[in-house]
Nanobody
């Protein structure tokens, strides 16, 4: 079993950067693909980025490609999301999730954190 806790959210100006962290408990962290999703008020949860269990493969939503970077440190049981050049449309609650493959579908992920709020003001 793995439990996930996100941190690092906050209120920033458009154009600023933030780094989100997701700390995982449990000894099986390194066997999971890890993803970030986000959900804005009144909208469905959407895929942001995913990284393979080894960190060797990543995939991004078109809306964040070139601005966001996902990475992981298996020794620290932590996955990160570096967010640069934030835009007001990036405002959402960000969730990390653990799954068995590099999927963009929320239903493919069995474990979720509680979320962290990111607000980018114009």
């Amino acid at each position: 079993q793995v439990q996930l806790v996100e941190s690092g959210g906050g209120l920033v100006q458009a154009g600023d950067s933030l780094r989100l962290s997701c700390a995982a408990s449990g000894r099986t962290f390194s066997s999971y693909a890890m993803a970030w999703f986000r959900q804005a008020p009144g909208k469905e949860r959407e895929f942001v980025a995913v990284v393979s269990w080894s960190g060797g493969s990543t995939y991004y939503a078109d809306s964040v490609k070139g601005r966001f970077t996902i990475s992981r440190d298996n020794a620290k049981n932590t996955v990160y999301l570096q967010m640069n050049s934030l835009k007001p449309e990036d405002t959402a609650v960000y969730y990390c999730a653990a799954g068995v493959g590099l999927s963009t579908l929320a239903r493919e992920y069995a474990k979720w954190g509680q979320g962290t709020q990111v607000t980018a003001s114009s």
